[in-house]
């Protein structure tokens, strides 16, 4: 029960006992008036006449007595006039019903009026010739004391509703702010830090909304603190100092969580950079100079990848002259027409001033097809000298290929089969669970994974399926098979009460057709929709924070859920959890993997973990391959893991 609703009650209460005390009294003070009147008019009236009868008692003149009598008796005010001789013997009475018209019994029956009797004597000369004793009718005060307790009780509840509405409407003014507040501590638990500028005149009030406020700043104010923790415990760890890119430590954890996952969902490929005669250019200019080139170069660099539509990239500074870009999700000859532009671009270093020479350095590539992370260095590596054999800023990309029936096809092959795909929904799906951490039996909930089949019933490997789709923009239809496909699943009885995670491209959720395409779909769907989630990659939807808060609100109106995946790969600050209102989060296998053998991702992990759940939101973590990461991830407090050493992917029938 609200405050307001129970201050009404006691003031209503109030207004009540005091209405009733009050009609209690008026009853009670006018019954006793009207007492009082009775007793003295029925003396004064046995008074008058035995005064007035006296003459004509002593001669006898009984029907002129009578015909007073009979007067006074017929007026109705008295209810009893009995005349007496000396003896007591009665001489003349005369009775009259007391008239209670329109007043009701339990009114009569609550409320007695005495009857009191006057009395007076009768004389004869100098002697008592009898007694004359008059009672007044109580008919006509029960009438009056009937009407004016009436009205007496309309005038008081009609003032008491009166007084009690400008009283709701006063506490509703006064109280407002403890609504405000109301809404400030559940925008607090929504990850909304607001602060109230109003304050309430109120002095107790005004006490509370203080102490809100100064709340709200200090969680605020808390979480980016532990935000920036985090921030600089993974610079120091993972960030050249010189540059701002990710440092080696950080390129080898990549390199090996890109060369070692058993996901094979994508291409990728190891572009390495070197500056030609970077050490005799630091002798000739100087140190500053030098860092000025390799800062240049590192800003270049990232430009170049941020320009490449629906790139999934880091930019790593290795050592000296040496630079590194790990990218996934690309077609080959997307990671041509990369390795070209990086070449081409390397002048505007001179251009800027950075540098005095025209030979500015060389570009070296490998494209990954399942070899070790040893071998893919050593490719791109070798990829590199021949590239610097070639000439000035020449690129070159490593022979390693594989040879299968999928690499001879040309992209209007690849648009063919997979418009065949999508007409005719050649998809199968896959899920893996994710199971929770604190129960080994328990699962958290799944992840739905695609696989398609060509025009021949052939499963396309997912490497070449994600960067074609990607460059043939045909995304957003496979992603809309699958939410449908999984919706139509979830409805069936045995899926009951299971929840499915779907993984959506991150220029999907950017399309405004195809967010209300599956804001209408849900709705439609509106008692499955809360067991469906949609993982984005942290890497893309973070890049505009405006359209995915957006995004997650639209979303959590239908009941659906909204988590981030591969958090942590890059390297954006934190600090965007504390106002967006996901679900869970996913942490990236590069720092699960082997977690139980590093003291610096287990402290990140462990920071990691504490903000979220201070926010609410629930931790799984990635590539989960032995019992002892899965045991370290417990103890750390995660919620979920998933990964081939806690459950393989099967068959979703």
Same mark, same amino acid.
Not at 200 to 221: C, F, H, I, Q, Y
Not at 635 to 649: A, E, I, T
């Given at each position: 029960m609200t405050l307001l609703r129970q201050l009404i009650i006691v003031i209503a209460t109030l207004f009540t006992l005091l209405f009733i005390g009050s009609v209690v009294i008026n009853i009670h003070n006018t019954r006793t008036y009207l007492n009082n009147q009775l007793r003295n008019i029925s003396q004064d009236t046995a008074t008058s006449l035995g005064l007035s009868l006296s003459p004509h008692m002593a001669k006898g003149e009984m029907s002129i007595i009578e015909s007073k009598i009979n007067a006074v008796s017929d007026s109705g005010y008295y209810r009893e006039v009995v005349i007496t001789d000396i003896d007591g013997k009665t001489v003349i009475e005369?009775?009259?019903?007391?008239?209670?018209?329109?007043? &009701?019994?339990?009114?009569?029956?609550?409320?007695?009026?005495?009857?009191?009797?006057?009395?007076?004597?009768?004389?004869?000369?100098?002697?008592?010739?009898?007694?004359?004793?008059? =009672?007044? +009718?109580?008919?006509?005060?029960?009438?009056?004391?009937? @009407?004016?307790?009436?009205?007496?009780?309309?005038?008081? *509840?009609?003032?008491?509703?009166?007084?009690?509405?400008?009283?709701?409407?006063?506490?509703?003014?006064?109280?407002? &702010?403890?609504?405000?507040?109301?809404?400030?501590?559940?925008?607090?638990?929504?990850?909304?830090?607001?602060?109230?500028?109003? *304050?309430?005149?109120? *002095? !107790?009030?005004?006490?509370?909304?203080?102490?809100? @406020?100064?709340?709200?700043?200090?969680?605020?104010?808390?979480?980016?603190?532990?935000?920036?923790?985090?921030?600089?415990?993974?610079? !120091?760890?993972?960030?050249?100092?010189?540059?701002?890119?990710?440092?080696?430590?950080?390129?080898?954890?990549?390199?090996?969580?890109?060369?070692?996952t058993r996901r094979t969902s994508s291409t990728n490929a190891l572009i390495l950079i070197e500056l030609n005669e970077f050490r005799n250019f630091t002798e000739r200019k100087g140190y500053r100079a030098g860092v000025e080139l390799l800062r240049g170069c590192g800003t270049l660099l990232e430009e170049i990848c941020k320009g490449v539509p629906n790139l999934h990239y880091s930019v790593a500074h290795l050592s000296d002259a040496n630079f590194s870009i790990l990218a996934q999700d690309l077609v080959e000859e997307g990671v041509f027409a990369l390795a070209e532009k990086l070449s081409l671009s390397l002048s505007n270093l001179q251009e800027r001033g950075l540098t005095d020479s025209s030979n500015i350095g060389h570009i070296g590539a490998a494209i990954h097809h399942g070899q070790p992370a040893?071998?893919?260095?050593?490719?791109?590596?070798?990829?590199?000298?021949?590239?610097?054999?070639?000439?000035?800023?020449?690129?070159?990309?490593?022979?390693?290929?594989?040879?299968?029936?999928?690499?001879?096809?040309?992209? =209007?092959?690849?648009?063919?089969?997979?418009? @065949?795909?999508?007409?005719?929904?050649?998809?199968?799906?896959?899920?893996?669970?994710?199971? =929770?951490?604190?129960?080994?039996?328990?699962?958290?909930?799944?992840?739905?994974?695609?696989?398609?089949?060509? +025009? !021949?019933?052939?499963?396309? &490997?997912?490497?070449?399926?994600? &960067?074609?789709?990607?460059?043939?923009?045909?995304?957003?239809?496979?992603?809309?098979?699958?939410?449908?496909?999984?919706?139509?699943?979830?409805?069936?009885?045995? @899926?009951?009460?299971?929840?499915?995670?779907?993984n959506l491209f991150p220029m999907s959720i950017k399309d405004s057709s195809f967010v209300a395409w599956l804001i209408d779909l849900l709705r439609k769907n509106a008692n499955v929709a809360p067991y469906i989630a949609f993982e984005l990659m942290e890497h893309g939807a973070t890049d505009n924070l405006d359209a995915l808060r957006s995004w997650v609100e639209r979303i959590a109106e239908t009941g659906a859920k909204t988590g981030l995946d591969q958090v942590g790969k890059g390297f954006k600050s934190f600090n965007y959890l504390s106002g967006l209102k996901i679900n869970y989060i996913k942490i990236d296998g590069s720092y699960t993997r082997d977690i139980h053998e590093n003291k610096e991702n287990q402290f990140f992990v462990e920071s990691l973990v504490k903000f979220a759940h201070g926010l609410g939101i629930f931790v799984i973590a990635e590539s989960v391959e032995t019992i002892e990461e899965?045991?370290?991830?417990?103890?750390?407090?995660?919620?979920?893991?998933?990964?081939?050493?806690?459950?393989?992917?099967?068959?979703?029938d």
């Open positions: 005369r009775v009259q019903p007391a008239v209670t018209k329109g007043v &009701p019994a339990w009114f009569i029956n609550w409320v007695a009026l005495d009857t009191p009797q006057g009395e007076a004597q009768i004389m004869a000369g100098w002697k008592q010739a009898g007694k004359i004793r008059v =009672s007044a +009718n109580p008919g006509y005060a029960y009438s009056s004391l009937w @009407n004016s307790s009436v009205v007496s009780f309309w005038w008081f *509840l009609g003032f008491s509703v009166f007084t009690l509405l400008i009283g709701v409407i006063a506490l509703r003014y006064i109280l407002q &702010p403890l609504r405000t507040v109301e809404a400030q501590a559940k925008a607090i638990c929504n990850r909304e830090y607001l602060v109230q500028d109003q *304050l309430p005149w109120t *002095l !107790d009030l005004r006490n509370v909304v203080n102490a809100m @406020n100064l709340m709200s700043t200090k969680v605020k104010e808390m979480f980016k603190e532990q935000a920036d923790a985090m921030e600089r415990l993974r610079a !120091d760890t993972y960030v050249d100092a010189l540059t701002g890119l990710a440092n080696r430590k950080y390129f080898d954890i990549q390199l090996n969580q890109i060369t070692k040893g071998q893919l260095l050593s490719e791109a590596d070798m990829a590199l000298r021949t590239a610097q054999v070639k000439g000035p800023n020449a690129f070159h990309i490593g022979d390693s290929k594989v040879d299968d029936e999928f690499s001879s096809y040309s992209a =209007s092959h690849w648009m063919e089969v997979l418009s @065949n795909v999508l007409a005719e929904c050649r998809i199968t799906l896959h899920r893996q669970a994710i199971m =929770s951490c604190k129960d080994d039996t328990k699962v958290f909930q799944y992840e739905v994974l695609l696989r398609i089949h060509d +025009n !021949d019933g052939k499963l396309i &490997p997912a490497n070449r399926i994600i &960067p074609m789709a990607k460059h043939l923009h045909l995304t957003q239809e496979f992603d809309k098979q699958v939410i449908s496909e999984t919706l139509a699943r979830l409805v069936r009885p045995e @899926n009951t009460g299971i929840v499915m995670a779907v899965r045991g370290l991830l417990k103890n750390l407090r995660v919620d979920g893991v998933k990964g081939y050493g806690v459950s393989k992917p099967t068959k979703w």
